[in-house]
């Protein structure tokens, strides 16, 4: 379980919310980690924990593509060559993402369901080691390449930017 004292200030300019974003990935990851590690957990943190996990990777997870994908690609593409190959392959690499995470997702909620089952807490860990793998050469070529690019954007692009990220998490659920 994560404790946090107080409440961090949320950064407000772009990169620094795009960051938040990879930290909270990097997070779950190694939550969902030391759930498939570590066989001293009880039975009712593995269930939440397991719960918490899927529900960052079915739901803020998405919003944070659809940033890239709706927000972030459309306003770099064609700013220079090394970019747009940046662009094409964080693309692809959503697409290559979906079939680790419904592994993870699947195995997370089996292990949700059956808390002390080792079969579960490997098929965990398996699920975990493939995408931290993936995530970890995803996020780092949007941490050198992109957002540098994005940090040399006008201001006017990053608050439009900005804003469709903040208005993403504000829509109703399901709109």
Not at 29 to 57: I, K, N, P, W
Not at 118 to 124: G, H, I, L
Request: aromatic letters at 4%.
């Amino acid at each position: 379980m994560l404790v946090t004292l107080g409440r961090r200030a949320e950064p407000t300019d772009l990169v620094g919310l795009l960051l938040e974003c990879h930290q909270r990935i990097r997070t779950f990851l190694h939550v969902a980690s030391e759930l498939g590690r570590r066989e001293d957990l009880d039975a009712a943190t593995v269930a939440t924990e397991s719960a918490r996990c899927a529900r960052y990777f079915t739901e803020a997870l998405p919003l944070h593509v659809a940033d890239e994908e709706e927000s972030i690609l459309p306003r770099l593409r064609g700013v220079a060559p090394a970019v747009d190959a940046a662009l094409a392959a964080m693309h692809a690499q959503h697409q290559d993402h979906g079939a680790p995470l419904g592994a993870l997702l699947s195995a997370l909620g089996a292990l949700g369901e059956a808390p002390g089952d080792p079969a579960a807490r490997a098929r965990v860990r398996e699920a975990v080691t493939t995408l931290e793998g993936a995530f970890e050469e995803h996020l780092a070529l949007e941490e050198t390449v992109l957002f540098p690019a994005l940090a040399a954007r006008p201001p006017e692009v990053q608050r439009a930017i900005r804003e469709e990220l903040r208005g993403r998490r504000s829509a109703p659920f399901g709109a």
